[in-house]
């Protein structure tokens, strides 16, 4: 069975400060692995895919990068717009023309001015 | 571009109750899904369509029904609504050409509570 988990479940970080969110899976065969942004009340915002071990991919303050058996959103400096739910979703192999994802419950970030 | 619109945004129903909630969307994807995200669960998978007129069934399906007869509509069902289906619900659509790749795009959600 795909899983996805991802820790912590929470974090509250100073502005500045940097930190990392985990994401690790276990699934028959990775075809990509979704990085979203989430903000209350609102539905998930796309921020990156990845495909391959080694790849790395950044976008303002966040980079995101991949192993085998996980992948980690680093945020360098966060700001308090940076505070969101941030979700990671996988699409294994079994998804087949489907292309279905399986999520993780997400990491709750908060940073605070 | 609208993106991805859901309607309506809350709903409050009574056991038993029916309701239809709407997906639309106008980027003219070939698939869409439906989630619902409840505390500590993550987004779960409820049916999905790779194209018009075509539905499948997801991980929690029990309990909806859907329909997609135009392209660009996606409908979900709640047939006697269960105090269990109280839930955030997530409609996401994906142009089906980019392979794996392929990125979903989600709408605002519909927050249902049924009492």
């Known amino acids: 069975e795909d899983q996805v988990t991802q820790s912590p479940e929470a974090l509250r970080l100073q502005e500045g400060e940097s930190s990392s969110l985990n994401c690790s899976y276990t699934?028959?065969?990775?075809?990509?692995l979704f990085w979203y942004r989430q903000d209350p009340g609102k539905g998930p915002e796309f921020l990156f895919t990845?495909?391959?071990a080694g790849e790395e991919k950044e976008k303002e303050r966040l980079k995101a990068t991949l192993t085998k058996k996980e992948s980690f959103l680093h945020i360098t400096a966060p700001k308090p717009e940076d505070s969101a739910t941030y979700l990671c979703?996988?699409?294994?192999?079994?998804?087949?023309?489907?292309?279905?994802?399986?999520f993780g419950s997400g990491t709750q970030l908060t940073v605070l001015p | 571009n609208a993106g991805v619109t859901q309607t309506p945004k809350f709903r409050v129903l009574k056991t038993g109750q029916s309701m239809t909630l709407l997906c639309a969307q106008d980027?003219?994807?070939?698939?869409m899904y439906w989630y619902r995200q409840d505390p500590g669960m993550g987004l779960r998978l409820i049916h999905y369509s790779v194209g018009e007129g075509t539905t499948a069934k997801g991980e929690v399906p029990d309990g909806y029904n859907v329909s997609r007869l135009k392209k660009q509509n996606f409908l979900l069902g709640l047939e006697s609504a269960a105090p269990s289906q109280t839930s955030v619900y997530f409609c996401?659509?994906?142009?089906?050409?980019?392979?794996?790749?392929?990125?979903?795009?989600f709408g605002p959600g519909t927050r249902l509570t049924v009492l």
């Open positions: 979703a996988v699409r294994p192999i079994s998804s087949g023309s489907a292309r279905q994802l399986t």
């Open positions: 980027m003219n994807h070939e698939y």
């Open positions: 699934v028959s065969g990775l075809r990509g």
């Open positions: 990845l495909y391959s």
């Open positions: 996401a659509s994906s142009s089906g050409t980019g392979g794996f790749g392929d990125t979903q795009y």
